[in-house]
């Protein structure tokens, strides 16, 4: 959790679609992921508040399209699992001042909380907790949040931030041309939209205190990303749903994923068929090396084998060879990753195998490599938990490869087994001059009413681990951290 804002994000990993040995079994009756229910809330019917510029060639589009969406089968569908149902247009803003050139999330931040003090934003009568600020911007604007820059690390996202005691969610959607095959600028700016709006809605606070998610460390879908949208998101015509003249991102449904396509509303009635990797750990090769991961195919119903291929997520950053062309249920085969050697240790390679029985319809296994060195070679806590993948068990002293349950190498107890630096002896202590200085740090939350204020988190973010701290004082991002007054 190196950025702690962009863990929601619709992240950039797609150009275009169409060693060591890990291979401890996993459980196969789980071939997909399960969305966790982390604890915090859910948007059962949202508010949505769009706020669009004076200079927005798409601003009345854009504004007759949330008035759709919020009512939408679509919406429908996409939130039933998570107990989110219709919403509305809480008030469509539209300034008269152009948009930025270039703006920050500080900014957007300040420009809601602003709004909102002076009324140019509406409020929800009920409080905030089922509103959304859906921030739009037209080309023009470049959008940085951290180190990250809106069409190159993001093309939309959405976070939370309180200040005064006033806690909110808000969104960011920025224009990408070409982002997406087959849509035009607009459709694209729509299918943001909605990937943004399920995102908030079943996870409005995702770092502070997370609602729906993926937490499993060592799944490959996290190659996508944690959250709903983030597990469908292909970039062409398979992850599109068309209603009413509109477009929206199909979703993830934990419970359509038992009987067939996890992704919904359904495009098609076919059994559903995929791979899934046999390995009990994210795949590690040094820079230089290459390793071999074991997949498997299967499906919900009887049929033939189908063709597979992989392709990089970005060119050139590995090279992949299949052992076999062709995979069907119950059958194995395994995919080689060589990594260059000029390969920046610590960077993830992610990758698509692709199952295909037609050109133009197929399903998608994501998939990710850590570049790196083996975690044996790590000796220190801190050295250890700072590289993905890898945890520090307390009782042997050894750098440990992790896995779901805990360590691939030992039975360490949970307890003694640090996964983040924060686990690490006096990581965050050392971190309590300031708020901001607490929060940027993996793992560290701020407890304002504490003595030693800077404190390892929970495993849900919402409260520190081992101490007793009352929500409105807790900030695990920046976002959340008192401003000076």
Known sequence: MADKLLRSASVLVFTVLAGCDDSTPVDRSRPLPEVSNVGGPRMAHPQLVPVLFGDDPDAAALASYSRWIVGSTWLLEAGADYGVGAGAVL???????????????????????????????????????????MIHLPAHTVVTAAAARSCVDFAGYHGSARRDGVELAY??????????????????RELTTSHELIGAATDPFPSNHPGFQLRDPTSPWLALGDEVADLCTHGDATDVWREAGFVAQRSWSSSAAVVGDPCVPALSDMPYYNVMTTGASVPRVAPGGHVAIGIAG?????????????????????????????????????????IPASTAAGSIVRFFILSSYSSGVYQLLPMRAIADAPCASFTDCGACTAHAGCGFC???????????????????????????????????????????????????????????PCLEASRDFAAPASASCAYADWSFTTNYCPRPR
């Open 91 to 133: 008030g469509v803003v539209q300034r008269t001042d152009p948009a930025p050139s270039a703006i920050t999330d500080a900014a957007i931040v300040d420009l809601v909380f602003h709004g909102l003090a002076d009324g140019s934003l509406p409020q929800p009568p009920g409080g905030l907790g089922d509103a959304l600020y």
């Open 171 to 188: 969104a960011v959607v920025p224009t990408c041309p070409n982002l997406h095959g087959g849509l035009t600028e607009l459709e694209i």
């Open 298 to 338: 299967w499906a919900h119903a009887p049929t033939r084998e189908w063709p597979i291929q992989v392709q990089g997520a970005k060119p050139g950053a590995a090279t992949f060879t299949l052992a076999a062309t062709e995979l069907g249920p119950g059958k194995t085969t395994t995919v080689d990753v060589a």
């Open 394 to 452: 307390a009782t042997s002293g050894r750098c440990e490869t992790q896995t779901t349950a805990g360590s691939l190498e030992s039975r360490c107890a949970a307890s003694a087994f640090a996964t983040w630096p924060a686990s690490c002896a006096g990581a965050c202590a050392g971190h309590s001059g300031s708020c901001a200085d607490c929060a940027s740090h993996d793992g560290c939350g701020w407890c304002a009413s504490a003595a030693t």
